[in-house]
């Protein structure tokens, strides 16, 4: 499986942006990092749409524990709300070649502003000739006039294929 991780960033607590498109191939677990937002305004909370009919809220006090609920930056850094990564399995369309789909996050602020972004992704589902590079050929063997090869996948499995 692929994976992809978005970072997004902004200077202020009241910013738009739409990323350019991601192009990836077949199955990718993507995740998106908040560490290069503003939190000079501390974040409240995190909405994702992946773009495939599932929709998650992250609170930061949920992240951050009850004793925490606003968080604090000290020095600079950032806090455990905009450090963690929020992933997700993105497929591709089980009945075409690719899929293309936006991807929005919105975080809102205890000061009520927000950033939101649009991340646009095309999707390509993988073909034999896009993933015959996770086989290795450990085998061709000759019977008459059958050809046998034999492949050993990324995981460990053995798979033959007879001409």
Do not use: C
């Not at 034999?128 to 061709?140: L, N, R, S």
């Amino acid at each position: 499986m692929n994976t992809y991780t978005i970072l997004l960033s902004s200077n202020s607590s009241n910013h738009v942006e739409t990323l350019p498109e991601i192009s990836l191939n077949d199955i990718t677990t993507v995740g998106i990092s908040l560490s290069g937002i503003d939190e000079t305004i501390p974040p409240t909370t995190l909405v994702i749409d992946w773009g495939d009919g599932i929709i998650e809220e992250f609170e930061a006090s949920e992240i951050l524990g009850s004793n925490n609920v606003i968080p604090s930056i000290v020095g600079g850094k950032e806090s455990a709300f905009a450090r963690q990564l929020y992933d997700h399995v993105i497929y591709p369309h089980s009945e075409a070649s690719s899929l293309s789909t936006i991807i929005q996050a919105l975080i809102t602020y205890s000061n009520g502003n927000t950033n939101y972004f649009k991340i646009p992704l095309n999707i390509d589902t993988a073909g034999f000739f896009d993933t015959v590079e996770d086989y290795k050929i450990i085998g061709i063997y000759e019977s008459g006039s059958t050809t046998t090869y034999k492949l050993l996948t990324k995981k460990g499995y053995v798979v033959e294929m007879r001409k």
